[in-house]
């Protein structure tokens, strides 16, 4: 599996950006994916998952409210619509896929990875 990730950026604060998750092969709509983030010397923070379905989500504490994970199967696609942006969202966004059912929240359950994606958050 292969994941690219896009739409990353420079943003005021209180702005908007949709962060996109291009993924190949032919089995991506049985994955369980993630958005995880890190920030300079901070570790990898999970942000969102959603099911293979896109019919369950889960988000960590600093996305809910604002963020939203979405999926488009026939695309091969998984978004993340991040709102309110805040300067203490400035990181390196990933995309994650894992085989398991279940949406985990560590890194570690994770087998593949995109290279990361940049978003800046001005004050």
């Known amino acids: 599996v292969q994941l690219v990730e896009s739409g990353g950026g420079l943003v005021q604060a209180g702005g908007s950006l949709r962060l996109s998750c291009a993924a190949s092969?032919?089995?991506?709509?049985?994955?369980?994916m993630g958005w995880f983030r890190q920030a300079p010397g901070k570790e990898r923070e999970f942000v969102a998952g959603?099911?293979?379905?896109?019919?369950?989500?889960y988000y960590g504490d600093s996305a809910k409210g604002r963020f939203t994970i979405s999926r488009d199967n026939d695309k091969n696609t998984v978004y993340l619509q991040m709102n309110s942006l805040k300067p203490e969202d400035t990181a390196v966004y990933y995309c994650?896929?894992?085989?398991?059912?279940?949406?985990?929240?560590?890194?570690?359950?994770?087998?593949?990875w995109g290279q990361g994606t940049q978003v800046t958050v001005s004050s």
């Open positions: 092969g032919r089995t991506f709509s049985s994955y369980t």
């Open positions: 994650a896929v894992t085989v398991a059912r279940n949406i985990g929240t560590t890194p570690y359950e994770y087998g593949y």
């Open positions: 959603i099911s293979w379905s896109g019919g369950s989500t």
